[in-house]
């Protein structure tokens, strides 16, 4: 082989390469799309929670179109890291569509490196600038961190993990699982803010405690 071929053989991979790169990061990022700021991604959350306490919900475009035009691209508003009860599903509480909202769920709203890897690829290739930690009333995970004691399994991860909020919210006036819902969210909104690797980013997101309440259906956003 000729080194004039070896060389162009070089060239060939080297352009394939580029050609892969450039098309993963078309299709993991989507540089067309604008960030939402999160003032604007608050009000849409709040308004859509308004309609959802309301009980007017649903309003949108039909799950066919929605499914159309998320189907090549994501262009998500807002991430919610969520507990996983099956009460507190963000896009049916905000009164969202497809692809409206980047939800990462674990009971007791946890977030683990898989979690902050969700977030960051979340911010940095979604363009999602908003980030709402979702406790709620009566979660059975930060219950179950106030009973003490070891739980089976892999619950005791859970558990292990909320007991610093229940330490820290011990003492406080006031009724004690809610005062460590409370605690649990911020506590999980400083690992956010403090662990999340967000680049040049972290400065424009925005993370924000939420609340929501299984018996009304509001919930209360916390901002900072
Ligand atoms: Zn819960």
Same mark, same amino acid.
């Given at each position: 082989?000729?080194? @004039?071929?070896? +060389?162009?053989?070089? /060239?060939?991979?080297?352009?394939?390469?580029?050609?892969?790169?450039?098309?993963?990061?078309?299709?993991?990022?989507?540089?067309?799309?604008?960030?939402?700021?999160? $003032?604007?991604?608050?009000?849409?959350?709040?308004?859509?929670?308004?309609?959802?306490?309301?009980? %007017?919900?649903?309003?949108?475009?039909?799950?066919?179109?929605?499914?159309?035009?998320?189907?090549?691209?994501?262009?998500? /508003?807002?991430?919610?890291?969520?507990?996983?009860?099956? @009460?507190? *599903?963000?896009?049916?509480? /905000?009164?969202?569509? &497809? !692809?409206?909202? /980047?939800?990462?769920?674990?009971?007791?709203?946890?977030?683990?490196?898989?979690?902050? !890897?969700?977030?960051?690829?979340?911010?940095?290739? =979604?363009?999602?600038?908003? +980030?709402?930690?979702?406790?709620?009333?009566?979660?059975?995970?930060?219950?179950?961190?106030?009973?003490?004691?070891?739980?089976?399994?892999?619950?005791?991860? =859970?558990? @292990?993990?909320?007991?610093? $909020?229940?330490? *820290?919210? %011990?003492? %406080?006036? !006031?009724?004690?699982?809610?005062? *460590? +819902?409370?605690?649990?969210?911020?506590?999980?909104?400083? %690992? +956010?803010?403090?662990?999340?690797?967000?680049?040049? &980013?972290?400065?424009?997101?925005?993370?924000?405690?939420? #609340? #929501?309440?299984?018996?009304? !259906?509001?919930?209360?956003?916390?901002?900072?």
């Amino acid at each position: 082989m000729t080194g @004039r071929r070896i +060389i162009r053989l070089g /060239f060939c991979n080297l352009a394939l390469a580029i050609l892969l790169a450039l098309n993963s990061e078309v299709l993991a990022s989507d540089p067309a799309a604008p960030s939402v700021d999160p $003032a604007e991604a608050l009000n849409r959350l709040k308004a859509g929670n308004e309609r959802f306490v309301q009980g %007017k919900v649903g309003d949108h475009k039909s799950v066919l179109d929605q499914r159309t035009a998320t189907a090549q691209g994501q262009h998500p /508003f807002a991430i919610i890291v969520a507990c996983a009860d099956s @009460r507190v *599903a963000p896009e049916i509480v /905000f009164d969202q569509g &497809l !692809g409206d909202l /980047f939800v990462v769920r674990t009971a007791g709203n946890l977030v683990d490196d898989h979690a902050l !890897g969700s977030i960051e690829y979340a911010v940095e290739h =979604l363009g999602a600038l908003c +980030i709402v930690v979702l406790g709620h009333q009566r979660c059975g995970a930060v219950t179950a961190a106030l009973e003490g004691g070891s739980a089976p399994g892999h619950i005791n991860s =859970l558990v @292990r993990d909320i007991q610093p $909020a229940v330490a *820290a919210s %011990k003492d %406080k006036p !006031g009724d004690a699982l809610t005062n *460590a +819902i409370h605690e649990n969210d911020a506590e999980v909104a400083a %690992k +956010i803010r403090k662990e999340a690797e967000l680049g040049d &980013l972290a400065s424009k997101v925005q993370v924000v405690e939420g #609340y #929501y309440n299984l018996d009304t !259906g509001k919930v209360e956003l916390k901002e900072h």
